[in-house]
Antibody, heavy 119, light 110 residues
Framework: EVKLVESGGGLVQPGRSLRLSCVAS????????MHWVRQAPGKGLEWVSG????????GYADSVKGRFTISRDNAKKSLYLQMNSLRAEDMALYYC????????????WGQGTMVTVSS | QSALTQPASVSGSPGQSITISCTGT?????????VSWYQQHPGKAPKLMIY???KRPSGVSNRFSGSKSGNTASLTISGLQAEDEADYYC??????????FGGGTKLTVL
């Protein structure tokens, strides 16, 4: 079964950091780009960041550029998102998503991990 | 990186067809045939319905179709069914390893 399982969410104060993880199973992880997509409560989807299969190409949304860092460990079949200087507007459900063979299409999604930013 | 523009809501009766538009710019939708559409039911993760503008993943009903003209992509659902009621999001590659979603459209089946 193809599966993505996110973890690392929780309650964090504004200005602090948090690291999200996503573990993949059921497919050849290092063959595909991976992404983080978030959804604030009651709001729409927002693409956050993506990383190519060998980490050679990385992109960020303007809203997180300079604060968030995406990375992956293909040996551990894991994707990460280091989130620094968190703001109230970063509060959202963070999904890990697998790309297809063309960058920017997300065919497998995890169930998400919730990040709450509040003092 | 401005969000793609979608209507906030559309509605239709069972058996009818509806179309959801997704308007971007010459930097995203207009430049790449990498538009995808996602269906999201409440409390669930999104599901890929259309990719590369008009391709359907295995298992997705042929009632769902996609197209693009200029900076605007469209999702058409024919033969509306009750289970189609959901939120729909378009997404486009925007260059430099970035992507952008639309604001989402709530589909109501009357």
């Amino acid at each position: 079964e193809v599966k993505l399982v996110e973890s690392g969410g929780g309650l964090v104060q504004p200005g602090r950091s948090l690291r999200l993880s996503c573990v993949a199973s059921g497919f050849t992880f290092d063959n595909y780009a991976m992404h983080w997509v978030r959804q604030a409560p009651g709001k729409g989807l927002e693409w956050v960041s993506g990383i190519s299969w060998k980490s050679g190409s990385i992109g960020y949304a303007d809203s997180v550029k300079g604060r968030f860092t995406i990375s992956r460990d293909n040996a551990k079949k894991s994707l990460y998102l280091q989130m620094n200087s968190l703001r109230a507007e970063d509060m959202a459900l963070y999904y890990c998503a697998k790309d297809t063979s063309t960058y920017g299409t997300f065919d497998i999604w995890g169930q998400g991990t919730m990040v709450t930013v509040s003092s | 990186q401005s969000a793609l523009t979608q209507p906030a809501s559309v509605s239709g009766s069972p058996g009818q067809s509806i179309t959801i538009s997704c308007t971007g710019t010459s930097s995203d939708v207009g430049s790449y045939n990498l538009v995808s559409w996602y269906q999201q039911h409440p409390g669930k993760a999104p599901k890929l319905m259309i990719y590369d503008v008009s391709k359907r993943p295995s298992g997705v009903s042929n009632r769902f179709s996609g197209s693009k003209s200029g900076n605007t992509a469209s999702l058409t659902i024919s033969g509306l069914q009750a289970e189609d009621e959901a939120d729909y999001y378009c997404c486009s590659y925007a260059g430099s390893s970035t992507s952008v979603f639309g604001g989402g459209t709530k589909l109501t089946v009357l």
